[in-house]
């Protein structure tokens, strides 16, 4: 069965940092592109960035610079490292994985694509 869990989220000022991981308990989890989403209460879930099995990591403009994507397949386990963390960083992040393979992009129209996600955690950065 596959699984996603997330942990690191928490609360830090402005200017901090935070590193979440995801745990993938499926068998596929080397072979597919894999995600970390945000969503606020009452907006659209937002990509934040995408890591495809191979290649570089994929980032979302208001991310760039500050987040970095990785992945250990040997461990199953999606990283995120925030740092320079701003008010507006401020959701609950999922962590999900492609349910086949398609393009590997955070925007919004390649959503569709990931089929397996985690309950998320909350992120919270004050100012």
Same mark, same amino acid.
């Given at each position: *069965?596959? *699984?996603?869990?997330? +942990? #690191?989220g928490g609360s830090v000022q402005a200017g901090g940092s935070l590193r979440l991981s995801c745990v993938d308990s499926g !068998? %596929?989890? +080397? +072979? !597919?592109?894999? #995600?970390?989403f945000r969503q606020i209460p009452g907006k659209e879930?937002? #990509?934040? %960035?995408?890591?495809? @099995? +191979?290649g570089p990591g994929k980032y979302a403009d208001s991310v760039k610079g500050r987040f970095?994507?990785?992945?250990?397949?040997?461990? @199953?386990t999606l990283y995120l490292e925030m740092n320079n963390l701003k008010p507006e960083d401020t959701a609950v992040y999922f962590c999900a994985r492609q349910r086949k393979p398609a393009a590997c992009y955070p925007q919004p129209e390649f959503q569709w694509s990931f089929g397996f996600w985690g309950q998320g955690? *909350?992120?919270t950065v004050s100012s």
């Open positions: *069965q596959d *699984q996603l869990e997330e +942990s #690191g !068998y %596929a989890f +080397s +072979s !597919y592109c894999l #995600g970390w879930r937002e #990509g934040v %960035a995408t890591l495809d @099995h +191979s970095t994507i990785s992945r250990d397949n040997a461990k @199953h955690t *909350q992120v």
